[in-house]
């Protein structure tokens, strides 16, 4: 879902977070040319206060493309297998 198309159907209190963001006013295509641009990229989200806010959004809405607090696709499919294997429960093995 593109950016804005997710601001018209989000309600406001979902949206607050990217006001804050670093990047709020630069070009889109920076976050979503590859190459160098996702070295400067980065750069940018490092110091941004709400990268874990749009990182959580790119989780949440499966984001297949560009960067999104400070991570590329691989890293933020990384992070996601590693937060769903926290979530499950431990298996328990019974010896007999």
Do not use: N, Y
């Not at 159907?9 to 190459?35: H, I, K, N, Y």
């Not at 980065?42 to 991570?71: F, K, Y």
């Amino acid at each position: 879902m593109s950016a804005l198309l997710h601001d018209l159907v989000s309600p406001p209190d979902e949206q607050d977070w990217r006001l804050a963001a670093t990047c709020r006013d630069m070009d889109p295509d920076l976050f979503f040319s590859g190459g160098f641009a996702t070295q400067r990229a980065r750069t940018i989200c490092a110091s941004c206060p709400v990268r874990r806010e749009c990182l959580d959004q790119a989780l949440a809405m499966d984001e297949q493309h560009g960067v999104w607090g400070g991570l590329t696709l691989t890293e933020r499919q990384a992070v996601a297998r590693t937060r769903r294997r926290k979530r499950r429960p431990p298996t328990v093995q019974i010896r007999r």
